[in-house]
């Protein structure tokens, strides 16, 4: 077994209190995330908008603002969400359990105090509860214990999905977290058009939506807070027929049929004896399922697996 395919690197998510640290998180990452969609120039499928896992926690890319630019990363091994700017002003707010109010104003002020004020649409996306920011005063739990064993999951799910990742040569996303859904995820593009999306995702006006599913999509990711707890997914949009009944492995993997998704315990991911081929035979065989199934031009999208320090070999 190669040393990072060791089961022990991949923590265990079983605690109680992962969906309400999770929920907390996702909430407190809206507030974060929104400051970087007021700012940053609109990129195809939202991508400007995003986390990235980071040797500490979720961190955003730099952010412009006039002469400077600033970013913010939630380091969740200290506890803390620093903010920093380029003219070298830092702060830094304490992770807790307390409400969106409290830590909205407290991350508006710290942007105001460093010369980086920013408005932001104060009010959540994806999530079932539109409550503003301002004005949620209901206390949110916060494990500090919980949040780094999610976090030190996500740094392997970011480096096996960025395997993943080096097999393809049509477009793909980063692989990246959606503070909408709080999902970690990688896209494939056939490079084709996709019939105009329906809209109605909760929360998230139908323009951002439609313009997220422009094309042709084969996606997965990884969730905390999925159904049954945290887990794996992968979809197709459109989704092509007959996608429902594919064979796809591991054998734990199922289609959940409302949300039109495969999905794959974390669980069965992080007990297996190599849990890297677990994870990677899910994300492979739920991406050749939709793209035989659509009729992808696979021979021209698809390469072998990228190596360090290898160029990828052509002619």
């Known amino acids: 077994m190669k ?34 969609l007021a700012r940053t120039p609109w990129l195809n499928h939202s991508w ?57 104003a407290g991350v508006m002020d710290a942007l105001a105090d460093l010369g980086v004020a920013t408005e932001i649409v104060p009010t959540p996306n994806e999530m079932a509860e539109a409550t503003p920011f301002p004005q949620d005063r209901r206390r949110r739990d916060y494990d500090a214990e919980v949040a780094r064993a999610y976090w030190r999951a996500l740094v392997q799910v970011d480096r096996v999905l960025n395997r993943f990742r080096s097999r393809f040569l049509g477009k793909s996303s980063p692989v990246h977290l959606f503070w909408g859904g709080f999902d970690i995820a990688v896209t494939r593009f056939s490079g084709r058009r996709a019939p105009l999306h329906p809209g109605g995702i909760p929360n998230l006006p139908d323009e951002v939506t439609r313009e997220a599913y422009s094309h042709e999509v084969s996606s997965a990711g990884f969730w905390p807070g999925g159904p049954g707890g945290p887990c794996f997914y992968a979809y197709a949009y459109p989704t092509p027929d007959g996608f429902a009944s594919a064979t796809v492995s591991p054998s734990r993997a199922r289609f959940d049929a409302e949300l039109g998704e495969f999905l794959l315990p974390y669980e ?33 999208l698809e390469c072998e697996e990228g190596r360090a320090g290898r160029p990828r070999p052509v002619g």
């Open 48 to 104: 400007h908008t995003t986390f990235h896992v980071s040797a500490r926690g979720l961190a955003t890319s730099l952010i412009p603002h006039e002469g400077v630019g600033f970013d913010l990363e939630f380091d969740l091994v200290a506890g803390e969400l620093v903010i920093r700017v380029s003219d070298g002003g830092e702060r830094r707010i304490r992770l807790g359990p307390g409400s969106p109010a409290d830590f909205h």
């Open 268 to 300: 069965a991911v992080q007990g297996a004896s190599e849990p890297d081929l677990v994870l990677l035979s899910f994300l492979q065989s739920t991406y050749e399922a939709a793209a035989d199934l659509a009729g992808w031009d696979r021979a021209a």
């Open 3 to 36: 040393p990072d395919a060791s089961p022990d690197i991949w923590p265990d998510l079983s605690s109680p209190a992962l969906g309400a640290m999770a929920e907390t998180l996702q909430i407190w990452t809206q507030i974060v995330g929104k400051v970087r």
